[in-house]
């Protein structure tokens, strides 16, 4: 039984790892808006237009 | 029969209806020029897919104009820009128009329209841009000129400036959670043998995990606890005991005693319910703290006044920040630009708003070397003044000078909680030394578990939850309709007034440029002549319509006379202009609706050419106040002269409660009066000049019809499309504060229930850690379902 002196080290460090990860995140400013991403996803890089599409012009 | 058929056209860009002239490029029709050079712009950088993902994204472009000359200035460069090196400036702006993912895809393409323009990420919910730029290639005033062509034109003002600085950071809010969480759900996963029994071989791995326990509870005791031992020994030094003061002490308790069994190996200890109880507080205090990152509820005139103003110097303009402005300085004021300082006007026709500042509806005419006081807003041709008194100094900025922006006002009125919770410190205190005492001469052991037990069960976690937890809920119903608060103190402080004052101008009527409608089809010459007669009058009404007809070259009239009381006789090219009331052009006849409207007929050459209507358009839902009349005193309170008096009665009764021409300062004063007269006062306005009225009152609220323009500093921002419900918000905050009552209620009789157990001396680890989370978890459930419940009964969801 003395493995679980070793597994609960484990989980422990595992947890301290998954904090410290949280941490980091915090402190780098990826949860400092948490909103524009959701749109920003769904916008295309380059909309690829068709040829023929009258409401447009291609520069 | 003919009909015409109507199609019925909008701009491509803004979206607004097309009814005049159409500008016309590429199949698609624009409202104005203003529209069309967006998408000239953007269809030359190839960015048109702006258009594909909202129809009509873009802001009407009707107006614009293009000033930042002052952005050329080293030294209000300084105060804008985030960081800046000898290649690479980074700035963060505020872009109040963002609204919709074309706005985001749009500014986020910015360096495809000037490529110098590396970097640029949108905030949508803080409406903020991040933009970093080659300040070698281009200049900052450039690259806001580069917004403000397409549209996206920056808001810039010092105080928002200032505030970005001491910007407050909730970071250390989140990441306590986080350590309280993480140790939390540690020493529950090491508990759990504990509660379901070890067998005597397992003996050992009892005192590991116990020990593993006092080791978890250090940080959150060290760290994310940390405040609340702060917080009750200042309380404590000042003579205060509030919530926080039971609290330390049940943390500390938890801690030592936990220590305290781990160490003799005399039982299991409560290190979960310790980090449990720290972990569930935080979470109170984080939903409690809800931020409205567009709005800000601190602005001055700071956030009104331009940040720089032209100065002449030598006859050359020269842009100066506003806090360099010094006295004797000639400044140059365009038209719709704000004085920024009481001056001496030196050339040029004043026509001055003051309707922000002293809530005078009408704009008022100046004559060279009168004072002018600031914060007015010109309207007309270019004026030349000399500055007789700095920024900080003038006839307007001086309230804020005024004690009641000086004094902390953090706690108006103590909340329920804070009273409470004082009484039920001294009741704890007794019960725990009644125990203690109690036991002491039989069993000392005994004793010492009964006192501590006390104070762990009676730990006032739920109590400490309900008010933020049900708060939060209200807070989120408001928001919904429109109407935001500074923070959840304020939905107590609503409950709790008895006393209504309202503004008038912007408050209970709308916006003074929807009121004037003209009923008759006039063509250009006809306004020409019309324009031309009231160019001559000083006349308000006058006033309001060469504001409404818009910029007409005037014609000297050959004849002109002014009629008091009636109107404006004149004779221009040969035409006869009458101009004025039913009595001057129907010569007496009787006007069947008088009273609704003030009409302003026309009559050219013995034609008559229909009217001019102002429509004083009080706020849908004014009529509520017979209904508020009953619960609560109402008053008025305007700046403005009582010209209105008698379409106000209507709503306002006693013609005691109406107070007219009244200075902000004035303003201030009778809040205070009413205040001292014991009324709790609820004050609401809109404008500069409410800003020492809604600082004095007991609630203030800002009331505006677009919550990114300029309000006054306050406690609540009420959205103007709102306002018909504002009898219901405080029937609901009433309701609230009964929420908080009923489930402290609900806490007490679990602490009653813990106490029964405690007082004995045999409360078990497992006893106390289910407790504690069943009594939070029955708070959190009962006030949100019933916020709910009662938000929907006043049919505010």
């Known amino acids: 039984m003395n493995i679980i002196f070793f597994l609960i080290g484990c989980s422990v460090l595992l947890a301290l790892i998954f904090l410290g990860a949280f941490f980091w995140a915090q402190n780098s400013g990826q949860n400092d808006d948490l909103y524009t991403p959701s749109v920003r996803i769904l916008l295309d890089d380059e909309l690829t237009e068709p040829k023929n599409d009258p409401d447009h012009i291609n520069s | ?797």
Request: glycine share 6%.
């Open chain 2, 1 to 797: 029969m003919q009909t015409d058929t109507i199609t019925i056209a909008f701009c491509y860009h803004c979206g607004n209806d097309l009814v005049e002239a159409v500008h016309r490029l590429d199949e698609h029709s624009f409202c104005c020029s203003g529209c069309k050079s967006v998408y000239q712009i953007l269809s030359k950088s190839g960015l048109c897919n702006y258009y594909r993902y909202n129809d009509h994204p873009g802001a009407n472009r009707a107006r614009v104009d293009k000033r930042y000359a002052y952005l050329d200035e080293p030294a209000i460069i300084k105060d804008l820009i985030d960081f800046q090196d000898d290649q690479v400036t980074t700035i963060t702006f505020y872009v109040p128009y963002i609204h919709c993912s074309s706005c985001i895809w749009l500014l986020e393409q910015i360096n495809k329209i000037d490529p110098a323009i590396y970097y640029s990420r949108v905030d949508f919910l803080k409406k903020r841009v991040q933009i970093r730029f080659d300040n070698r290639e281009i200049s900052l005033r450039k690259v806001v000129e580069t917004m403000a062509d397409i549209g996206y034109e920056p808001l810039i003002s010092l105080q928002d400036v200032v505030k970005k600085q001491a910007g407050v950071n909730s970071n250390g809010l989140v990441k306590k959670i986080a350590v309280a969480g993480f140790c939390f759900g540690n020493v529950m996963l090491l508990s759990f043998p504990e509660y379901f029994g070890l067998s005597g071989s397992m003996q050992n791995f009892q005192y590991f995990f116990g020990w593993l326990n006092v080791l978890f509870a250090i940080p959150v005791l060290l760290y994310s606890g940390r405040e609340y031992f702060t917080s009750a020994w200042n309380n404590l030094r000042n003579g205060v005991l509030n919530i926080d003061f039971p609290l330390a002490l049940g943390i500390a308790v938890l801690f030592l005693r936990t220590v305290f069994e781990v160490s003799t190996h005399s039982g299991a200890g409560f290190a979960d319910t310790l980090c449990g109880l720290v972990f569930f507080l935080l979470v109170g205090k984080f939903v409690q703290q809800k931020t409205y990152h567009h709005l800000s509820f601190e602005r001055d005139y700071r956030s009104f006044f331009p940040v720089a103003v032209h100065t002449l110097v030598n006859g050359l303009e020269k842009p100066v920040p506003l806090s360099e402005l010094k006295t004797g300085d000639r400044i140059l004021i365009r038209n719709s630009e704000i004085i920024p300082a009481d001056a001496i006007l030196l050339k040029g026709k004043a026509c001055i708003d003051f309707s922000f500042v002293t809530g005078e509806a009408l704009p008022v005419a100046r004559v060279l070397g009168e004072i002018v006081y600031a914060g007015g807003r010109q309207m007309g041709e270019a004026l030349e003044l000399e500055v007789i008194k700095p920024v900080s100094q003038s006839y307007l900025t001086q309230l804020w000078n005024n004690e009641a922006f000086t004094r902390k006002q953090d706690n108006r009125m103590g909340t329920f909680n804070q009273k409470v919770s004082k009484y039920f410190t001294y009741v704890l205190l007794l019960i725990a030394f009644a125990s203690l005492i109690w036991w002491l001469p039989t069993n000392v052991n005994r004793a010492i578990a009964a006192f501590t037990a006390v104070l762990i069960v009676a730990c006032p976690c739920a109590l400490a939850l309900s008010t933020p937890f049900t708060m939060s809920a209200a807070l989120s119903v408001f928001d919904k309709n429109a109407f935001y608060l500074k923070n959840t103190a304020v939905v107590e402080q609503m409950a709790r007034i008895d006393t209504i004052v309202f503004d008038k101008t912007g408050t209970i009527t709308s916006p003074a440029d929807q009121h004037v409608i003209l009923y008759s089809k006039l063509d250009d010459a006809s306004k020409q002549l019309i324009y031309s007669a009231c160019n001559n009058s000083t006349h308000p009404l006058s006033r309001q319509i060469c504001q409404f007809l818009g910029n007409i070259a005037p014609i000297e009239p050959s004849e002109y006379t002014e009629i008091a009381g009636q109107g404006i006789s004149a004779r221009i090219n040969g035409h006869i202009v009458l101009i004025g009331n039913h009595k001057l052009i129907f010569h007496g006849q009787v006007d069947q609706d008088a009273g609704l409207f003030t009409k302003v007929h026309l009559k050219i050459d013995e034609y008559y050419a229909g009217y001019f209507s102002f429509k004083n358009q009080f706020r849908k839902g004014l009529d509520q106040l017979s209904e508020l009349r009953k619960r609560y005193d109402i008053y008025l309170l305007s700046g403005d002269k009582d010209h209105e008096l008698e379409l106000l009665t209507r709503f306002f009764p006693d013609q005691n409660s109406m107070y007219f021409g009244r200075s902000p300062q004035e303003k201030l004063d009778l809040i205070r009066s009413l205040q001292a007269e014991g009324k709790i006062v609820m004050m609401i306005g809109d404008g500069l000049n409410d800003s020492g009225a809604l600082k004095q009152s007991d609630l203030g609220i800002a009331i505006t019809d677009n919550v990114n323009n300029f309000s006054p500093g306050s406690d609540a921002i009420l959205d103007g499309s709102a306002f018909d419900k504002l009898s219901l918000f405080l029937r609901f905050s009433k309701d609230t504060v009964k929420i908080i009552h009923a489930s402290f209620l609900i806490s007490l009789c679990y602490n009653l229930f813990g106490l029964s157990f405690a007082v004995t001396g045999r409360l078990s680890p497992l006893m106390a850690a289910v407790l504690m989370p069943a009594s939070t978890a029955t708070i959190i459930a009962f006030t949100s379902i019933a916020a709910h419940i009662a938000a929907k009964k006043r049919r505010l969801l």
